[in-house]
């Protein structure tokens, strides 16, 4: 059974820096392709950033593109999400996603697997 494991969320001013990690353990030896997502009170789930499981492609909403940072080690079947420059728009809860081996996807339905959400406050 795939299990991942969020952590990393909190309460952070507005322009600070905070960093989340998922860890996946379960078969296919840990090789996913990954993905964060976000759902805001109110709204929709929407993307946030995706990478393949080498670490060699990457994808991001444009709401974040140049702010944060996706990766991957592939070593510790783990993949982190740098959230830099924050605003107060990003506060949501934060879910990775993850999905057996190959590719990049975007879509929530694409993914096979989800975290239970780490929640990112970002105050004004």
């Known amino acids: 059974q795939v299990q991942l494991a969020e952590s990393g969320g909190g309460l952070v001013q507005a322009g600070g820096s905070l960093g989340l990690s998922c860890s996946v353990s379960g078969p296919t030896g840990g090789r996913y392709a990954m993905g964060w997502f976000r759902q805001a009170p109110g709204k929709e789930r929407e993307f946030v950033a995706a990478?393949?499981?080498?670490?060699?492609?990457?994808h991001y909403a444009d709401s974040v593109k140049g702010r944060f940072t996706i990766s991957i080690d592939s070593a510790k079947n783990t993949v982190y999400l740098q959230m830099n420059s924050l605003k107060s728009e990003d506060t949501a809860v934060y879910y990775c996603?993850?999905?057996?081996?190959?590719?990049?996807?975007?879509?929530?339905?694409?993914?096979?697997?989800w975290g239970q959400g780490t929640q990112v406050t970002v105050s004004s």
């Open positions: 990478i393949s499981r080498s670490g060699g492609s990457t």
């Open positions: 996603a993850a999905r057996p081996p190959y590719g990049l996807y975007y879509r929530d339905y694409e993914y096979d697997y």
